[in-house]
């Protein structure tokens, strides 16, 4: 595949938001034959919901589209993802509007109908071309950082900037952090930053695994141990839940008397502290000794937008020096973007590194990715009516909020009649259950008559064909609603 990712270019995350299906169709497959990943949106407020979920690179946003305003989609990007690129197209604008989306902070206004080839090679192009840059500029800043944390938080996404946030401000004094969070979240490396953006960067940072037992008492806290190591700098105690009772006890006494031992104290856990406390083995005095701040790390799922970033950092750490780090070809995306990573970025770490070794060096596709990517990929792909089935049921829940609880305005909205949105919201097949007859139908085909199969239930979820026509209409006639009944199509 002849793609700029695979070449070694930038691979953008894209959003489409354009109500003209055939436009927004052509730009999506002129993107992804670039090697870009692509989501589209017919209408403002479903461009809305993905900019919630997660974050672009690049937000492709007609002006016109249906019931959001276009404009309205481009100013929730600048507010909520001030990093994105937004490019607005237009087929009626005026040059005031283009001068004035410009001056919000657009990064291009394109006149429609827009070439996608234009769109592409120019608009795209220049934005992937800043990206690199920018991307090469946060690795020399990870390496520079790294030089003194051994490793750095990386993520641009709105969870990941309030950590970030809450970082800065905790740096600035010496009080008490709790950093919680699932296992492989990057508690520890918090923990290093934290330390390297404050006053104490250059002075000793110990960690204590808390997970030695008896024995930790005397590593802590005698002459030479731990804490005195760490005088002046900070002592982190990792997987804090772990640390026994006794040596708890003495951690108190030590956090009451003279700062510390004179080390800032950070500590973490993936553990539900007041659970432990409930059932007595966490003490609740060194519970909120510890927890000045609470900063809590975001699972993986919940900043899926920082996915491409992450892939990218890692992969450019786990290429060897003086060589390009590969690309990621569009099906092993999609089969990343799938995957819950319930082991978080250590998990993603191991899937880079296992794909490398692979792929040798070449462009990264889905076979090379770990087991449980492809096949969690594979199984969440549900029947096409089951599919369909939790679409509509969403997309009718999303009319009746739109219609503060009205159903015949989200009906008319929706323009189908109040039953049938009323089994939308159920969750339940279009047409209703055949009514009770004869178990089973001839069927007649080429051949003559063949052994009775059973009925065709027209649930949604399969609908079965007959070998001839008389057995269509038969069957047809089985399953029909009554005449006068509306339909949904």
């Not at 005088?231 to 510390?260: H, K, N, S």
Request: contains cysteine.
């Amino acid at each position: 595949m002849d793609t700029r990712a695979s070449r070694g270019g930038v691979m953008l995350d894209v959003l489409i938001s354009d109500g003209d299906g055939r436009a927004r169709r052509a730009a999506a497959a002129r993107l992804e034959k670039d090697g870009h990943y692509v989501l589209e949106a017919s209408d403002g407020a479903y461009a809305i919901d993905l900019l919630r979920e997660r974050t672009f690179d690049v937000v492709v946003c007609d002006l016109t589209v249906p019931r959001v305003s276009g404009l309205e989609v481009f100013r929730h990007v600048r507010r909520e993802s001030p990093q994105t690129a937004v490019v607005v197209t237009s087929a009626s604008a005026t040059i005031e509007d283009a001068v004035a989306v410009m001056k919000e902070g657009a990064a291009d206004f394109l006149a429609k109908p827009v070439d996608a080839e234009v769109l592409v090679r120019g608009v795209v192009a220049r934005i992937a071309e800043r990206r690199s840059l920018k991307i090469k500029f946060d690795e020399a800043r990870t390496w520079l950082v790294g030089r003194v944390v051994g490793a750095a938080l990386v993520g641009d996404s709105p969870p990941m900037r309030r950590v970030h946030e809450l970082i800065d401000t905790v740096a600035q004094s010496d009080c008490t952090v709790l950093i919680t969070g699932e296992s492989g979240t990057g508690k520890d490396i918090v923990a290093r930053t934290i330390c390297a953006r404050g006053r104490r960067a250059a002075c000793p940072f110990i960690t204590v695994d808390c997970t030695r037992g008896e024995a930790l008492g005397d590593q802590v806290f005698a002459p030479g141990g731990f804490l005195d190591a760490a005088r002046g700098g900070t002592i982190f105690f990792d997987e804090v839940a772990e640390m026994p009772l006794p040596v708890q006890a003495r951690l108190v006494q030590a956090l009451e008397a003279a700062d510390g031992g004179g080390a800032r104290v950070l500590a973490a856990t993936h553990h539900d502290l007041h659970t432990l406390m409930d059932v007595g083995s966490f003490r609740s005095d060194l519970f909120f000794r510890l927890r000045t701040v609470d900063l809590a790390m975001p699972p993986l799922r919940a900043r899926k937008g920082d996915l491409s970033l992450l892939v990218h950092h890692l992969l450019a750490r786990l290429t060897p020096p003086g060589f390009v780090a590969p690309g990621v070809a569009p099906r092993a995306w999609a089969a990343l973007e799938a995957y819950d990573f319930p082991g978080n970025v250590r998990e993603l770490a191991r899937a880079m590194e296992h794909a490398m070794v692979l792929a040798h060096g070449s462009e990264i596709d889905r076979e090379h990715l770990p087991a449980e990517v492809i096949g969690f990929a594979t199984v969440q792909l549900a029947p096409l009516a089951v599919a369909r089935r939790q679409f509509e049921r969403e997309y009718a829940r999303r009319a009746l909020a739109t219609c503060d609880g009205d159903a015949d305005a989200a009906a008319a909205l929706l323009m189908i009649a109040p039953d049938v949105l009323e089994r939308k919201l159920a969750g339940r097949a279009s047409l209703p259950p055949p009514p009770p007859a004869a178990e089973a139908l001839s069927f007649h085909g080429p051949a003559g008559p063949a052994k009775a199969r059973p009925r065709a239930r027209l649930d949604g979820d399969a609908i079965g064909f007959s070998d001839s026509r008389e057995s269509c209409e038969r069957l047809v006639a089985t399953t029909a609603p009554p005449l006068g009944r509306t339909r949904d199509r």
